[in-house]
Nanobody, 123 residues
Framework: VQLQASGGGLVQAGGSLRLSCVAS????????MGWFRQAPGKEREFVAS????????FYTDSVKGRFTISRDNAKNTLYLQMNMLKPEDTAVYYC?????????????????WGQGTLVTVSS
């Protein structure tokens, strides 16, 4: 599956962004999807994931209550709504397609990756 992420940019702390990821080449609704991020000088980390039928979803603790993952299977699109952004959210955000329909939190649960979109949060 091919994944194209977009929606990154520069935003002030406390602001919001919505990331999108359009999928093609495989039946989007069959697989879980996820978002990961990689900050400068750090390893890539899990952010959020969603099962093929929207439930369940999982979030890393640092984004709970601020980020919302969702998907529109009719549009083959994954979203990440990010509110109350903090400087520590600055990273390249990657979308990923899961191996199964059940959402995972480890990179090994995903087999296709988008190119990444940069989110920069200024203080």
């Amino acid at each position: 599956v091919q994944l194209q992420a977009s929606g990154g940019g520069l935003v002030q702390a406390g602001g919001s962004l919505r990331l999108s990821c359009v999928a093609s080449g495989r039946t989007f609704s069959s697989n879980s999807m996820g978002w990961f991020r990689q900050a400068p000088g750090k390893e890539r980390e899990f952010v959020a994931s969603i099962s093929r039928n929207n439930d369940p979803t999982f979030y890393t603790d640092s984004v709970k209550g601020r980020f919302t993952i969702s998907r529109d299977n009719a549009k083959n699109t994954l979203y990440l709504q990010m509110n109350m952004l903090k400087p520590e959210d600055t990273a390249v955000y990657y979308c990923a397609a899961g191996l199964t329909g059940w959402a995972g939190i480890r990179e090994s649960a995903f087999d296709s990756w988008g190119q990444g979109t940069l989110v920069t949060v200024s203080s």
